[in-house]
């Protein structure tokens, strides 16, 4: 598929149903007018968010991706590259990895590593390849010239040690090292680099539909919202490079922390 060298895009990688924050931050980043490039493990989740992204006059097309594999992530940013500028490039994959450490197999704590981390040193290290190749503009609220956006999704994790989350800890911990070390590492380069804390619970299908009873006990007030946590990645996206922030951390009014 070819598309106009003008065509800015959008690559969001970690997108499950469509009441869930990957699809948010695709729904999001198409009203920025970019055009969407959704990926995950599962076509029909994509296709589902595709359609839906299309039916709110947004462009968007679909890349089926398992954030573990060097070859998957290699041929996503090649498929992005072939739509247009890659203008900006999210992170979402990684979910919650419950365990007792001394009752954890080693091929779990190291299955969290990839996902959570692995797999964003994959992601990162192709979309600051594409972005520098591309040399474009992101299409920015100040018209300033970037190189483009990459954000990864934090979580409560990626800042504290819990007891019976060591594998989940460890590897968000990574992640977020992995993410500060990129933001100096390509900020003179005009690659702005976010990481963004999810500091409990989303309001979406994996709480309501896989915990409903806590799900009810915490309300609408208990959880995050997904359109305000996505308004919060595109605030990061439309930053000029006068003013950058790199990270922001977002939880409820009744959240402790």
């Known amino acids: 598929m070819n598309m106009a060298e003008n065509t800015q895009v959008a690559v969001v990688l970690g997108v499950g149903p469509k009441n869930g924050l990957g699809a948010a931050l695709c729904r999001r980043m198409s009203q920025e007018g970019l055009h969407v490039l959704v990926s995950g493990r599962t076509e029909s989740s994509l296709s589902a968010v595709v359609e839906e992204v299309q039916?709110?006059?947004g462009d968007a097309s679909l890349c089926v991706a398992d954030a573990t594999s060097e070859q998957d992530i290699e041929r996503l940013f090649e498929e992005a590259r072939s739509l247009g500028a890659i203008s900006v490039a999210i992170y979402n994959a990684g979910n919650n990895f419950p365990g007792t450490i001394v009752d954890m197999d080693a091929d779990y704590f190291e299955s969290t590593w990839r996902v959570c981390c692995f797999g964003g040193f994959l992601f990162g290290r192709e979309a600051v390849r594409s972005m520098r190749a591309s040399g474009q503009t992101s299409g920015q609220a100040s018209g300033q010239t970037s190189g483009g956006t990459l954000i990864f999704t934090g979580a409560s994790a990626s800042l504290r040690g819990r007891a019976n989350f060591g594998?989940?800890?460890?590897?968000?911990g990574a992640l977020r090292n992995l993410a500060q070390a990129m933001a100096k590492e390509y900020a003179e380069q005009g690659i702005h680099v976010g990481h963004v804390v999810i500091d409990g619970p989303i309001n979406g299908d994996k709480i309501t539909e896989g915990f409903p009873a806590y799900a009810e006990r915490l309300g609408e007030g208990g959880m995050i919202n997904?359109?305000?946590?996505?308004?919060?990645f595109a605030y990061l996206y439309r930053q000029p490079p006068t003013a950058w922030t790199f990270e922001l951390d977002l939880r409820t009014s009744q959240e402790r922390w």
């Open 167 to 172: 594998a989940f800890n460890s590897a968000k």
């Open 226 to 232: 997904l359109e305000q946590i996505a308004e919060s």
């Open 55 to 57: 039916s709110l006059g």
